[in-house]
């Protein structure tokens, strides 16, 4: 079951992702797919066009208003997945390659994330995170976010130039 497909966006640049996203929106449609758009810096419930998505994938990167941390693990994007399970929309969380940023997906009710690779808290430091590591893979670790299973996922790459993220549950 296709849950997404992730419109176009511009890293780190909330304006510009919408912008570049909301004329795919018509076009990714027309394939019969649910709609999501990368929410990231600069994001708010506010000023999320929820009318026009079914899904809202978290993404974004570090800047001056997040703290030292990337913007999917801030309050900003928290208020953003609950808004969206308000909605009934779907919550993805992008890059999650830690099990530090996997809580963070739990804790904000996500269904689904993904990552090119599961490590262990970054705040372990290199003896600990070796221990860990050596008790078996990371990897087969999941959490239920909510009444529903983290959804697996799969990233598809540009299709025809139009969709950059297509996210099964299977």
């Known amino acids: 079951r296709l849950l997404f497909a992730t419109a176009p966006d511009v890293p780190?640049?909330?304006?510009?992702?919408?912008?570049?996203?909301?004329?795919?929106?018509?076009?990714?449609?027309?394939?019969?797919a649910p709609v999501a758009i990368v929410a990231q810096n600069g994001a708010t419930p506010?000023?999320?066009?929820w009318?026009?998505?079914?899904?809202?994938?978290?993404?974004?990167?570090k800047g001056p208003d997040t703290g030292g941390k990337e913007w999917k693990e801030t309050p900003a994007a928290a208020?953003?997945?609950?808004?969206?399970?308000?909605?009934?929309k779907w919550v993805h969380m992008g890059r999650v390659n830690?099990?530090?940023?996997?809580?963070?997906?739990?804790?904000?009710?996500?269904?689904s994330a993904d990552g090119t690779y599961l490590l262990p808290d970054p705040?372990?430091?290199?003896?600990e995170a070796a221990a860990a590591m050596a008790k078996g893979p990371i990897a087969t670790v999941h959490y239920?976010?909510?009444?529903?299973?983290?959804?697996?996922?799969?990233?598809l790459g540009y299709l025809h130039g139009l969709v950059c993220c297509l996210v099964l549950s299977l």
């Open 46 to 49: 506010a000023n999320v066009p």
């Open 51 to 61: 009318d026009q998505l079914d899904a809202i994938f978290l993404g974004g990167g």
């Open 12 to 32: 780190f640049d909330w304006p510009g992702t919408l912008a570049k996203s909301l004329p795919f929106v018509p076009r990714i449609r027309a394939t019969g």
């Open 98 to 111: 830690s099990d530090h940023r996997m809580r963070v997906a739990q804790q904000f009710g996500c269904g």
């Open 123 to 127: 705040a372990l430091g290199e003896a």
């Open 79 to 88: 208020a953003v997945a609950r808004e969206a399970i308000r909605r009934r």
């Open 144 to 155: 239920r976010a909510t009444p529903r299973p983290m959804g697996q996922t799969m990233a």
